[in-house]
């Protein structure tokens, strides 16, 4: 290898990129194609796509496999659907999982194993870097990926988007209804992030509440019951059997409560409990566990 051959500026980039570079960023530090052979051929470098590479010395790992595979998707492809949700920690890869990333139509890129998503609409707000990669936001993910998930799972990994910080809730909204049109599943995610949401999912989740303990052969409650105890009025209360009493709470998405709701909601649970028994079940007990649920609420009652 030359002396005069200075490799210092384009393994910096590199790192910033999981070891990974372009044939375009080798050019620009000084580094020509008949260069990038020699390191190939003496093993300290080794091609991963058309126009990428990656220095060996760096063991290869799936945030790498990912960066190269943005590269050589062009200047302007970003990781998207599952891969960005893998990205932004929603999702665990498995084991020859498949590399998506998303491209403008201007550009055709033709990447080997690597799913390539075409768009006419990718603007900067959909647009982010983590780990180093640039890949579609949260709002922007769930947009892309509210077709492949059925009705449950995409309420589950939009309440979990929202909960850890992958994305807002405002910006799930705004896309979702800029995006809507022509995408199938993007209206149950208008639905859920709009600000009027809570109301709605709640009446829809003591719907279905009411036919569960009815299709499992558990006695109707009171609903909406308020309680009160020594120093006033506790709450009002989902489900109550007043005989016992047995109150059983079913609690809605995470993100359609504040922290400040939570701890009102702690403190409502400790003083409701000191005068019945309390049951709590999620959205996704009744939804997804009923049989579950309604054992435990039948042996509560018959208890």
């Known amino acids: 290898m030359p002396r005069r051959v200075d490799l210092t500026k384009l393994r910096a980039a590199a790192a910033a990129q999981h070891a990974t570079f372009t044939c375009r960023q080798a ?6 194609h008949r260069v990038l052979e020699r390191l190939t051929a003496l093993g300290e470098i080794e091609r991963q796509h058309r126009g990428v590479h990656r220095f060996t010395a760096i063991p290869l790992t799936r945030s790498a496999e990912i960066a190269a595979a943005v590269l050589a998707g062009g200047p302007d492809a970003v990781a998207s659907h599952d891969t960005s949700l893998e990205l932004h920690g929603l999702r665990k890869a498995w084991p020859g999982a498949p590399i998506e990333i998303c491209s403008p139509t201007t550009w055709h890129p033709e990447v080997t194993g690597i ?8 603007e900067s707000r959909d647009i982010t870097t983590v780990d180093g990669i640039r ?6 993910t769930l947009v892309d990926l509210a077709s492949r998930y059925e009705r449950v799972a995409l309420t589950r990994l939009v309440d979990d988007a929202i909960c850890w910080g992958v994305a807002k809730r405002n910006a799930v909204y705004r896309r979702s209804c800029a995006l809507r049109n022509g ?3 993007v209206g149950l995610l208008v639905t859920l992030t709009d600000p009027d949401a809570e109301a709605v999912f709640r009446s829809w989740l003591e719907r279905l509440a009411w036919s569960v303990f009815d299709r499992h052969g558990v006695a109707q409650p009171l609903w909406n019951v308020p309680r009160h105890d020594a120093e006033g009025l506790i709450g009002i209360v989902d489900c109550l059997w007043p005989d016992l009493p047995l109150v059983v709470e079913l609690e809605g998405l995470r993100f359609h409560t504040s ?13 409701l409990g000191a005068g019945a028994r309390v049951l709590r079940f999620t959205w996704q007990d009744v939804v997804e566990m009923p ?3 309604c054992g435990q609420i039948l042996a ?4």
Do not use: K
């Not at 890949?135 to 922007?140: E, H, K, M, S, W």
């Open 183 to 185: 995408r199938r599943g």
């Open 300 to 303: 509560a009652l018959n208890g």
């Open 291 to 293: 049989e579950r649920m």
């Open 135 to 140: 890949a579609t936001n949260g709002a922007r």
């Open 27 to 32: 050019a620009q530090h000084g580094v020509t």
């Open 259 to 271: 922290p400040q709701q939570r701890r009102d909601d702690a403190r409502r649970f400790n003083r």
């Open 115 to 122: 799913h390539v998503h075409r768009t006419r609409r990718l």
